[in-house]
């Protein structure tokens, strides 16, 4: 591969980009894609608005690029919750680490890498890209020690801004969390595992037992019940009034207030007292009927009661009794609930498994299809093609891009399945689900996109690269890393920035409201406003470029620059769908950052060690002696974050709650908070909206009802979404009672 | 080797074995040998008593071994706490798991062995050994599904017993945590990382944060010294002591009462009031000098209220106010609390590295050290052993014995050297120190005597096992294992059957006591029952030859009855032990079991995947495919077992602390144990006697005064050590009490 063919390849995604950015920011200003550009927004605030046939409309324009950049880290704090700055700061710790590391390698590695062995140099754009990596410099070379120089300069500096960052968003958590005061989960322990006993309901036997062991700790209780019947019914009726809202009374669509869109229907009916009397009703019916599930939500009077019950073991038989904390209210995932808790130590392991299994042989049905999808065969199978298919051009196409095209839809099967598999494995909350997805897909993208292709490069074809450990090191620097830069170098190219492009356009989105507003009439499309921010599958991309860009700044440093430029849009793109796209229906807390550590370190080592191979390979036997002890203290180093850093994610400090309930003591604002506990944890109301019900749980308190007024005045603040300029003014830092508590925002 | 080969070793072992018993029944009885045989009657009581010269003195007799028999496990709880029983029940679940093997594999495995090849039988005693292996069955045998069907008999029936043991110790160890009561470290928690303030000292800067955080169930506090000078001071006083009391007053140490050894003079003197006070001020001595650590034992008032706050992270930054449960007072290992709490993870991860290392290097400076020591090195070092080195006898004793006898003495030094790591580590406590070394000396055995000894069989020589993975299973079943199997089974012989017969003989304090008393002239030798069990070199031991079992059952059945009697043996002798010879200064109530449990667990996966390479190897790919749902199972078993049973063995359920507590407050004890609490945890009697305190601690309430006037009757039993017939009288069910109530046992 040449340069030249970079740049013509850059040069075509450079325009793919530009082409689809430009559409985009002409798209969003379409009303008719309203709901799909700025779903969150839609969600906030359902006001009706004139749109004139104006000129500027179709006019592309950059302003969301210039609002993205001035967005600072509150807004985004305030419109996506801690998990969106931490995504962001993902961002910012790589545009940081790979400034410094492009600098240092254009700088250092290049020219050396250019000049290393003597040669004759063709113009640069005729050059070959192998003159600019490692594999032009001369063996036993004394030059090597500016590469090893390189490696130390990036290494530390990429741990000191992990540092930093580790310090920063502790910071913020902390704060997070001495914020959420209004969160009521912290009073709250989910408690599984209730012994059956034929004399007593479940129910009873779990007040029996709190009483007796908590006597002055123990609130109250909620049960969780099986409803397979009544979710059938409650989802049917959602269903009816899907189709009786949307398409037959859509007046009630644009009349301001009651406007918000499907939920206030339900809003309105549960807010009734009959309803909710109703729903009491229900539940007594089901409890009645001995529906209950061995599962249930025990409130305490404390937080830090909570949290001690919720950490230890409470009986002798660790598969009785279990207790953790309780998930937000929004954050809760009814149908896990329902699970024995027997059975989770089996789904655990069965997923593991299945995980393990699908990572490893993901790629043999892969190849298995593409071998199945050639020319022949496909004439075969369709013989109404075979005119068709004898076109060189055609026969070009088919044989170039279907595979991939294959492979690509085979990797977009990937992110749901690993949340089913999340789904499977019991997760109880909705955060944790997506988290739990989150790291197999990382796992999945590292094994099957990083080091597949390296071996496919050269070395899988020899078979026997896993077959010789001791040479992996050597073999992955020899052959299988340089050979695997010219498609990495792509890789970034089409899969970065293209998907970044395609990202901000939402095609698939786009169709379906496309489809569904001027093919079947429909007022409304699938879309909604109702997704949250796929995590687990933009953060392992991000974390996967991140691991190229590690791993091949040595090695070929032209790629660097690539990598900028893709962290950067990255850092615009999201910025702006969090802002406009995504809604934020829970959070959790910041909880991601460790995954981002661990990915990190894992990136730093593994370059550190293909660094040894090169040197190795290279006969310079002082680099690859100063390469050990790098590698040491990069591990050292994540020991002490994992120390240091990391149990602040996994538990809340006893001082912090014991502070927030002293705080609230002497305020005597807790009798407010025991009331409020009574309706938090709602499986009813779960069941009559699904994952989308409203946020009306904590409209309860004075400022409550305070925070309802302003809104009521901010709704006049409506000509805003395509005017760009004012969409996002800064809202209280106190994020949570924003979000939680305003029922049409 | 032959049968024959293989029956003469045995003979030879069994009449070593048999020599060595008949000396240990003789020597016990022996006055002068009595600290080293009845190191636990002495420590616990010190009677004067004459030792006619009958003549029953010198005839061997095998008292013993009935006395061992009929001690039932309540005895052995009493006498060595659950951890014996722990290790007692190791050896019944190894006893009852090899007479199933052994009579499954002996009726169906060994005549398959026998008659797989058709060939020429030669008469038993001259037949080669590897007929009676499954090299001997051939490729493609229908009869393979037998070794198949013995595999599930063992696995199956290793995991029921697996089940069970663990129900059972899972029992015993809730009825010991329930009969408790009087273990004061339940109310204490060790915090360390305090955190440093220029204003105020560490004592009142806790004592704010835990008033502040917990008021209503903050007791009291502790500080931890650093006390360089003083423990020196008290070293010399100690030293001082020694030397006057055993070689000045021999007189009083055959005084009935007071006659306790070493101990009761401290005891006396620290007793007294003024001493006691004497103590305090040095406290305050010391306080006043700024010598605090940051480490402190607080104590609380109530058993919950301790376990929540060890069990949370107290600050925000996880290095600061790290707390974790107290040891008990007997337990703490003093030096390591004054390490600061920043400097663990540092050391815990060095000492990770080293171990790993010190296993995987610690061959080569052995197989170095046997290389030097061969004859002509030996002749040109010595060159006056020329003439003894050049008969031919001598050479063959020193090139067959020297290298063997040069790795069992590098051997030796393992289990002190783990200790040495796990002190480093900075465990806080002996039994914790104890229990780490012991996984270390496991991991070493594993490595350096099971997988370097089949290595080293056929497969290092070829330098290939480690080099392929893939093919490990069948290499270790087709050259590895088979080879091995010769070596492994003189090794039950000899490490097997002779270290039993060494380790009741006890050669080396026997040795020490005979050169103290005989040559030096002194009263007490170095061993004078205070060393506890050796758990970190005993346990491994008897694991590794599980492990050997397991895997040799089905490859070479012949192995299964020495492999018997070597467990039968041990069962004896180390119940002897541990009634007779160690004593039982700290206990950490079963925590022993999960190694035991993960090991066996272990063993029978290893034994799995050799049987797989096996059946690959002979062409059954039947036997080879229904033995890979056995391994799933097996380890689904484990995962099981890990959720079910092991969390009882980490912490102590809530229930069980609340029920202790509200018992207590009923019944008013309450007051007491705050009592004793003050004085519990002393760092100043740590200095005085070391780790060989006596145990008046907790002498403080009626009960226990009574318990002393019962045992001053007690003392007229002294006629019973050489009688043998009444020496264990059951004692007390509630050992606790028992064991640290008496001031003079």
Not at 149 to 155: C, D, K, N, R
Not at 274 to 300: H, M, N
């Amino acid at each position: 591969m040449e340069i030249s063919a970079l740049l013509t390849s850059a040069g075509i995604n450079i325009g793919i980009c530009c082409v689809l950015f430009s559409l985009y920011s002409i798209l969003r200003k379409q009303p008719s894609n309203r709901n799909v550009y700025f779903g969150r927004k839609l969600a906030q605030m359902r006001s009706k608005r004139s749109d004139p046939h104006w000129f500027e409309r179709f006019v592309p324009s950059p302003s969301w690029i210039v609002k993205a950049w001035e967005t600072s880290e509150d807004v985004i704090l305030a419109a996506g919750g801690l998990d969106a700055v931490v995504f962001m700061r993902m961002l910012v710790f790589s545009i940081r680490i790979f400034s410094i590391a492009a600098i240092v390698c254009t700088a250092i590695v290049l020219p050396l890498n250019y000049y290393g062995e003597e040669m004759q140099h063709k113009l640069i754009p005729a050059e070959s890209l192998e003159v600019f990596t490692t594999q032009n410099v001369k063996e036993g070379s004394r030059w090597l020690w500016a590469h090893c120089l390189a490696l130390y300069i990036i290494s530390c500096s990429a741990c000191i801004l992990l540092y930093f960052e580790n310090k920063s968003i502790i910071k913020r958590r902390l704060a997070y969390i001495k914020g959420s005061s209004q969160d009521l989960s912290q009073f709250a322990v989910l408690v599984r595992g209730i012994p059956w006993s034929a004399e007593e309901s479940y129910s009873t036997s779990l007040k029996n037992y709190f009483t007796k062991h908590y006597p002055s700790s123990y609130l109250s209780h909620q049960m969780v019940y099986h409803c397979g019947k009544i979710e059938k019914l409650m989802k049917n009726v959602r269903e009816m009034y899907d189709v009786l809202y949307h398409d037959s009374i859509p007046s009630c669509h644009s009349c301001g207030l009651s406007g918000g869109g499907r939920p206030n229907v339900f809003n309105i009916l549960v807010n009734e007292p009959e309803i909710i009397e109703k729903g009491r009703l229900d539940l007594q019916d089901l409890r009645d009927r001995g529906k209950e599930c061995p599962s249930a939500f025990v409130f305490f009077k404390t937080r830090y009661a909570a949290a001690c019950a919720a950490q230890a073991h409470q009986s002798s038989n660790p598969m009785l009794w279990v207790t953790n904390l309780a998930p937000e209210p929004r954050d809760v995932y009814w149908p896990n609930l329902a699970i024995p808790y027997r059975q989770f130590w089996l789904r655990r392991t069965a997923t593991l498994l299945a995980t393990a299994a699908f990572l490893v042989f993901f790629i043999a049905p892969v190849t298995l299809v593409q071998s199945l999808a050639n020319l022949t065969q496909l004439q075969q199978a369709f013989p109404f093609l075979k005119g068709l298919l004898k076109k060189p051009y055609v026969s070009q196409l088919v044989t170039g891009y279907l595979p991939s095209v294959i492979l690509v839809l085979f990797f977009y099967t990937v992110p749901p399945l690993m949340i089913l598999f999340s789904t499977i494995e019991g997760s109880i909350s909705r955060s944790g689900r997506k988290r739990g997805a989150c790291c197999k897909v990382l796992f999945f993208t590292i094994w099957n996109v990083f080091f597949v292709n390296i071996a496919s490069g050269t070395v899988l074809n020899k078979l026997n690269v896993f077959s010789q450990p001791k040479d992996i090191p050597t073999q992955l620097a020899a052959g299988a890393v340089p050979a695997a830069v010219k498609f990495f170098m792509t890789y970034v190219l089409t899969s970065g920035w293209t998907s970044l492009a395609c990202e901000v356009v939402q095609l698939w989105p786009l169709l379906c409201n496309f489809i569904y507003k001027f093919i079947l009439r429909k007022n409304h499309g699938p879309f909604d406003g109702e997704y949250t921010f796929p995590y687990h599958s933009e953060a392992p991309r991000v974390l996967l470029f991140g691991l190229l860009g590690l791993n091949f700044a040595i090695l070929a440093p032209l790629m660097l620059p690539l990598l900028l430029i893709y962290f950067c849009l990255a850092y615009l793109v999201y910025k702006n769908q969090i802002l406009n796209v995504y809604i934020t229906d829970y959070d959790s807390g910041g909880k991601y950052w460790p995954i981002v550590q661990t990915s990190t370190i894992f990136s730093l080592v593994m370059a550190q060690i293909i660094a040894m191979g090169v040197f190795a390979l290279k006969k310079s036997p002082v680099c690859l002696g100063f390469t050990i002890p790098l590698a040491i203290c990069t591990l050292l180093f994540n020991e002490y974050c994992r120390r240091r850093f990391l149990p602040v994610f996994k538990n809340i400090a006893s001082e912090v709650l014991i502070d927030l309930d002293q705080q609230d003591e002497e305020n005597g604002r807790m009798e407010a908070i025991y009331q409020r506990l009574q309706s938090a944890y709602c499986q009813l109301e779960w069941l009559a909206y699904g994952s989308s019900r409203p946020k009306t749980k904590y409209l309860c308190n004075d400022e409550d009802i305070r925070h309802t007024q302003e809104l009521k005045s901010e709704i006049e603040f409506s000509q805003e979404i395509t005017s760009d300029e004012s969409v996002d003014r800064p809202r209280p830092a106190n994020h949570k009672t924003d979000v939680e508590s305003s029922p049409i925002r």
